[in-house]
């Protein structure tokens, strides 16, 4: 059985940064691509970021580019999300995914995994 555990949300000023982890256990952290999708509050799930099984590949919605990066770490079946320049609207709660294909998917209905989340707040 697939785990994932998100943690490193909290409250910030908007400007302000955060970093989110995502430890994974039960599989191989290598045989997965990894996602992070957010959801506020009466809206739908949305991507945020990707990364392909080795790293190697990287993608991030419109939104959030130049201001969020995903990275990974094999050795230590972790996913990040390091959070810049925050700002209001990122407020969410963060859901850390994980994917069998080689690239993983954009699209929320196509992750195997999910963790449970961890709440954002950005304060203006």
């Known amino acids: 059985q697939v785990q994932l555990v998100e943690s490193g949300g909290g409250l910030v000023q908007a400007g302000g940064s955060l970093r989110l982890s995502c430890a994974v256990s039960g599989r191989t952290f290598s045989s997965y691509a990894m996602g992070w999708f957010r959801q506020a509050p009466g809206k739908e799930r949305e991507f945020v970021a990707r990364?392909?099984?080795?790293?190697?590949?990287?993608w991030h919605a419109d939104p959030v580019k130049g201001r969020f990066t995903i990275s990974r770490e094999n050795a230590n079946n972790t996913v990040y999300l390091q959070m810049n320049s925050l700002k209001p609207e990122d407020t969410a709660v963060y859901y850390c995914?994980?994917?069998?294909?080689?690239?993983?998917?954009?699209?929320?209905?196509?992750?195997?995994?999910w963790g449970k989340g961890t709440l954002v707040t950005v304060s203006s």
């Open positions: 990364i392909s099984r080795s790293g190697g590949s990287t």
């Open positions: 995914a994980a994917d069998v294909s080689p690239f993983g998917s954009s699209q929320p209905d196509d992750m195997d995994h």
